[in-house]
Nanobody
Framework: QVSLVESGGGLVQAGGSLRLSCVAS????????MAWHRQAPGKQRELVAD???????NYADSVKGRFTISRDNNKNTVYLQMNSLKPEDTAVYYC????????????WGQGTQVTVSS
């Protein structure tokens, strides 16, 4: 059994900060890219940021300069530090990882709610 479990979501005022964490566990041989996506009500899921195993990062334009993605390969964990939050950042945030279990595949967490009040 392989799982991705997110934590760190919650309610915050505009301008505030949150740090999301996602831990991958189970019979995992290797993890390549890890990423955070989000889905707001009535909208499609979108990529927020991703990071390669060697630490190369990529961000959506809407979060550049405010969010930072990082990972700890020893702990199979990816983080998303979110600063200067805006109401439009309100969404369910999902962790995603490309992992070698029996074969390479994409795995998703269950999501964590982030709500930013104005």
């Amino acid at each position: 059994q392989v799982s991705l479990v997110e934590s760190g979501g919650g309610l915050v005022q505009a301008g505030g900060s949150l740090r999301l964490s996602c831990v991958a566990s189970g019979s995992i041989f290797k993890i390549r890219a890890m990423a955070w996506h989000r889905q707001a009500p009535g909208k499609q899921r979108e990529l927020v940021a991703d990071i390669t195993r060697t630490g190369i990062t990529n961000y959506a334009d809407s979060v550049k300069g405010r969010f930072t993605i990082s990972r700890d390969n020893n702990k199979n964990t990816v983080y998303l530090q979110m600063n200067s939050l805006k109401p439009e950042d309100t969404a369910v945030y999902y962790c995603n990882a490309n992992m070698l279990v029996t074969v390479w595949g994409d795995y998703w967490g269950q999501g964590t709610q982030v709500t930013v009040s104005s």
